[in-house]
């Protein structure tokens, strides 16, 4: 039998004890005082009583020894890890300062339905998306769930803002992530495409997208109720790395919003109209030329260095 269960068995016993203690008292009470049976019944209902307070102290004292214990426990596994339990706390401390709220190796384990996802599926007011190509949350089939999430969101009247670089700039992207100069574009194009048909038809009001002049330095999901950060790494995807989870209204969910979404460059980010047949056409034909004169480029360096 576990601790906890025999820790509980006691309790229930000292617990009954003090019961039957109290009714042998309140019995003897009620019976004329002269009789030898009301004074056997408060007599048993005192020990009885006087039994189930001293066990219940002695069950604070073991307690009292049993967090001590925990401490010294908490101590070894600190040491052992290199860690003391005062940085312990003082890593829970600041976390909770930040809004911290949980980590997840990747992406992919960050958006199971069990966990933001549920963030994303019970806002009410606004959710905003900042990504690169978004081809890792539109297109991926393990994300289906989110695209579905946000459909039944919009017709809830929950408004959503997609911000994606521009095409163009996707290209100091590529390189690093082992793909051909225009290839990210083309995913940039495809998921403008996506969100067109799939969002932007069932409420074009609400839907607002955003192409960054720039690169990106993380994937987020930014709600009232939580945000969600996934950073960038130089040399490969994102949604393979790291994701961190806020509260809403905390600290960094304030300060992303703030200085992340929807930045306040506005020289540098460009609302598009979906609604428009000549916007993604136009793009795919600057996307198509810009890289014929990427590649251009690329040979000339090559060749310059032999």
């Not at 976390?95 to 339905?113: D, F, H, P, V, W």
């Not at 539109?138 to 009247?157: A, G, N, P, T």
């Amino acid at each position: 039998m576990s601790s906890k269960a025999v820790f509980k068995m006691k309790i229930t016993i000292v617990s009954l004890t003090l019961v039957i203690g109290t009714m042998l008292t309140i019995l003897g009470a009620f019976i004329d005082i002269t009789k030898p049976i009301s004074i056997i019944l408060l007599s048993f209902g005192a020990t009885f009583t006087a039994s189930a307070i001293i066990s219940f102290i002695m069950l604070m004292s073991s307690l009292s020894d049993l967090k001590t214990n925990v401490h010294e426990i908490v101590t070894i596994i600190g040491d052992r890890l290199d860690l003391s339990c005062l940085s312990r706390f003082t890593l829970i401390e600041s976390s909770q300062n930040i809004g911290l709220t949980n980590i997840y190796k990747n992406r992919t384990e960050a958006l199971k339905s069990n966990n933001f996802s549920k963030i994303i599926q019970k806002e009410e007011d606004e959710i905003i998306i900042a990504g690169s190509s978004l081809v890792g949350l539109l297109q991926d089939r393990h994300f289906s769930h989110i695209l579905e999430i946000l459909k039944k969101r919009l017709k809830k009247e929950t408004a959503i803002t997609f911000m994606l670089i521009h095409p163009l700039f996707s290209y100091f992207r590529a390189e690093q992530e082992g793909f051909e100069s225009e290839d990210i574009g083309k995913n940039i194009i495809k998921s403008l495409k996506l969100i067109k048909s799939e969002l932007i038809s069932i409420n074009s009001l609400l839907v607002s997208v955003y192409l960054y002049h720039g690169t990106p330095t993380c994937f987020g999901i930014y709600t009232t109720n939580g945000m969600l950060i996934n950073p960038y790494p130089y040399g490969h995807k994102a949604y393979d790395s790291i994701c961190f989870e806020f509260s809403g209204n905390s600290y960094a969910s304030n300060y992303f919003k703030k200085s992340h979404f929807l930045t306040h460059y506005k020289d540098r980010i460009q609302q598009i109209n979906l609604l428009s047949d000549t916007v993604i056409g136009e793009l795919e034909t600057q996307l198509g030329t810009f890289a014929k004169k990427t590649r251009e480029f690329d040979c000339f360096l090559i060749n310059s260095a032999q």
